[in-house]
């Protein structure tokens, strides 16, 4: 049975979250492509439900062209939308921790977990202020990494585990070697940078060498080059 | 005299470069903000003219504000807005220079020209199929970067100074390592990647090292970690 009615329960859902409000209330958010929902699969996620073009050949309820597309967040259609629970690991491992200590471009936040999974970290600890991971724009510039990396949320800073490594430019003691051993890399606002309260919480804030004028590097940027960096320094295992 | 009409040269000229297809046949550009207009002034720039919002107190054309806000891209509404020549530079310096291959996301564009800023690139080489780094996401992008670092277009790949490093992974022989000298870091499109016919005429292929399952980094993320480790590489001064 092909769903053709705006009035079907799950075309509802998918209406109602396409509401910012209704989305940070819900449970459940939206994966849109075949490559998200196979980076799921991948990734042993189950989804709650999953609605496909008609006659497309995907598993799921199919749902008539128009109506689906009408329901896409992306430009040009879809063939697939996922619906899935929010999942947050409150366990978290030691190894290469990232905290956003309140970085509100969504954006930034799917690219960071996109950083994050491609150059190995543990988790993604999302601190207040910080935009939705589950977010449409969140997911899709994490190319799906929201279903690979582990995400924390409500975890206070000097609870992870590893040394508290601010990103930050500027401070007298900033330094640009990261230590060994297990890490938490801090990143703050996009305008503001690390907070003074997360900075006292730090062990050291690191600095990424730049030319004189040059004021700051973009968010996701800077992470994923602390990141990299990390890669090259020994941690136990 | 405060411009109060729309049907003032001036006002006209902004309400055209709204439209992307009147822009990329534009020789001017639109800077919006007084951030960005200090990072042009302090790199040398002249704007063809300024409008600001009436009795804010900076220097330019003033504007009433709603006719103002009415022509800014920014969600908030501006106090100044400036008009400048496209300029790229024809010489290219040897040392560290960032070309783009077809990079379509202006984001992306003027995210790299933030970094390559920060990280001390020579120069940002635009090629064929690349956004227009001076579009409003690209200028914004790159906070005033494009004013800072030199742009060069319709330069050939072969005519770059320096060993041709193309970001690529999953190559036979892709290397984790840069060479010393001059560099020309060549970055592909967001989907594709690097091109064949680049691939040809590049030295050598550097691979990011990724863990198993990732897929890749974000365009701007991958060519801002090759400036922070061409950094550690002597170069040719």
Not at 168 to 193: D, F, M
């Amino acid at each position: 049975m092909t769903i053709t009615s705006s009035d079907n329960p799950a075309i509802k859902e998918l209406k109602r979250l396409q509401s910012s409000h209704a989305r940070s209330r819900a449970d459940v958010f939206v994966a849109e492509g075949e490559d998200l929902l196979e980076m799921a699969a991948v990734n042993g996620w189950k989804p709650e439900r999953v609605l496909v073009r008609e006659g497309c050949g995907l598993d799921g309820e199919e749902v008539e062209a128009e109506l689906l597309d009408s329901l896409s967040s992306l430009g040009s259609g879809t063939r697939a939308i996922g619906i899935f629970t929010k999942t947050y690991v409150s366990e978290v491992s030691p190894g290469l921790v990232v905290h956003l200590a309140g970085l509100s471009d969504p954006g930034n936040v799917g690219t960071i977990i996109r950083s994050a999974h491609a150059l190995g970290a543990t988790g993604v600890s999302l601190g207040a202020e910080t935009a939705d991971p589950f977010g449409p724009k969140a997911v899709r510039a994490s190319m799906g990494s929201v279903f690979a990396v582990p995400l924390h949320k409500g975890v206070a800073v000097s609870e992870l585990p590893g040394s508290k490594v601010a990103l930050a430019g500027g401070k007298a003691t900033s330094v640009s070697q990261l230590p060994e051993g297990n890490l938490v890399l801090i990143v703050g606002s996009e305008r503001a940078g690390v907070d003074a309260k997360t900075l006292e919480l730090s062990d050291l804030i690191w600095e990424i060498p730049m030319v004189e004028g040059a004021e700051s590097l973009n968010a996701a940027v800077a992470v994923s080059i602390a990141l990299h960096a990390a890669n090259r320094i020994p941690r136990n295992a």
